[in-house]
């Protein structure tokens, strides 16, 4: 029978379990790395978006562009055919807008829930800006006076609730941690 000398084992069991130790150690430092990170880019991306609606909300309030969209309302309904073209400029429709979004839309999932009330901004932002440029396009030209006006006024409201949103929007990035 051969002699075995069960005391070499004990080296080879500390190793193992070192290994092991050692292993599960770098495993959860590497997913605290990559936690860390990831909330800095998510604040980073939040931060960022925060003060680009809070740009383009100034940019709106200084064009006055809500006024200007009630005052081409008015007119048209008052029979100025060109009304919408005199109170906004073809330059408000082609606004290009939100380009820290536009550029980052793989990652805005990591915004968690206020991603969908982002998304929904932006594109009520688009929507608005589309009617402005379809209106210099010529494509409202077949309405009368009156849908111009109720076209315009409905792109009103659109205003208002975006409005309302950037607001809640702003807040809720702004509190991302």
Known sequence: ??????????PLL????????????????????????LAVRRKSLAQALAAEIEAFQRIVNRRDMPARCQAAADAARAGNENAVREWLSEQDGRMEILSIYHANLGNIGLL?????????????????????RGAHEGIYDKLDGGQVADLFESELELWRLSEKLATKVIADLRAIT
């Open 1 to 10: 029978m051969i002699d075995f000398d069960w005391t070499v084992l004990i």
């Open 14 to 37: 500390s190793g193992l379990m070192g290994a092991l130790v050692g292993g599960g150690i770098g495993y959860f430092a590497q997913i605290r790395t990559l936690e860390a990170d």
């Open 112 to 132: 968690g829930p206020v991603c969908v009330e982002l998304v929904t901004f932006v594109g009520l932002v688009q929507a608005i800006l589309s009617t402005i």
